[in-house]
């Protein structure tokens, strides 16, 4: 079944993605945010976790997400419970440096 204009999804790469505000307000606004590419770890744990919170809000299972916040269940609990969470996560977020330095 071919897929009608309302149904279509637009989808967006964030580039220096930092911790990820303008992927939330793209996702938030309807869009498919297919990769975040940021060299910075730290940054790079909050994009996890927010993509974290989107795959089990569409699951409908939220409160996983609330039970880790409260330290209830480990982040490794959830990617053993959801592995498909765990690649679409591996996929989305890219730690990674362009350009060249030694110039």
Same mark, same amino acid.
């Given at each position: 079944?071919? $897929? ?6 637009? *989808? ?5 993605? +930092? *911790?990820?505000?303008?992927?939330? +307000?793209?996702?938030?606004? +309807? ?5 975040? $590419? ?5 940054? *790079? ?16 299972? $939220? @409160?996983? @997400? ?6 209830? $269940? ?16 591996? @996929? *989305? ?11």
């Amino acid at each position: 079944m071919p $897929i009608t204009k309302s149904e279509k999804k637009y *989808c967006v790469i964030d580039l220096f993605a +930092g *911790c990820g505000g303008l992927s939330e +307000g793209f996702k938030q606004a +309807g869009f498919e945010i297919v990769a975040q $590419i940021e060299m910075d770890k730290w940054a *790079c744990e909050s994009l996890k976790t927010r993509c974290l919170y989107w795959q089990l809000k569409e699951r409908n299972k $939220i @409160y996983f @997400y609330q039970k880790y916040l409260r330290n209830d $269940i480990t982040w490794k609990d959830i990617m053993n419970r959801f592995p498909e969470i765990k690649k679409i996560i591996s @996929y *989305c977020v890219i730690q990674a440096t362009f350009g060249n330095d030694a110039i």
